[in-house]
């Protein structure tokens, strides 16, 4: 039986906790909305379906980020998700005057892309130099 190495399983975990963390969030907006904004600093007293819709889109956003762990094809469904997020958020927090935490989720979603940047590099690295 093969020993699993750090690096054959880092690129699973980080997928995994960004996986689960898009899920999470999606389910708290689509069931809880208003409670879920509150939490993170939003004081939204508008229609419940816009967080509900946006709670659904990040529920099957993270169900494609869990299919990664299957299917190697849904990793660039996170790089790219991510990679479009943290522009997008900047420049709703400094030129739309997005308010609440807008830059800490910014900055949230450019480390999750890092971090899997990283693992799969890493991955990539070692496989190459492998006997």
Known sequence: MRRLALRDILDKLVILA????SVG??????LFPSATLELVG???RGPQFWPSQAGLFLLILGLLYLAALWS???IWTIILSKGLAVPFL???ALYLHADGPVLLLA????????????ALSWQRRSAAVRP
Request: proline share 3%; net charge negative.
């Open 18 to 21: 960004i996986g689960t963390h």
């Open 25 to 30: 969030a999606g389910l708290a907006l689509l």
């Open 42 to 44: 939003w004081q939204y």
């Open 72 to 74: 190697p094809t849904y």
């Open 90 to 92: 900047v420049v709703q």
């Open 107 to 118: 900055a949230g979603d450019g480390l999750m892309a890092a971090a899997l940047a990283l």
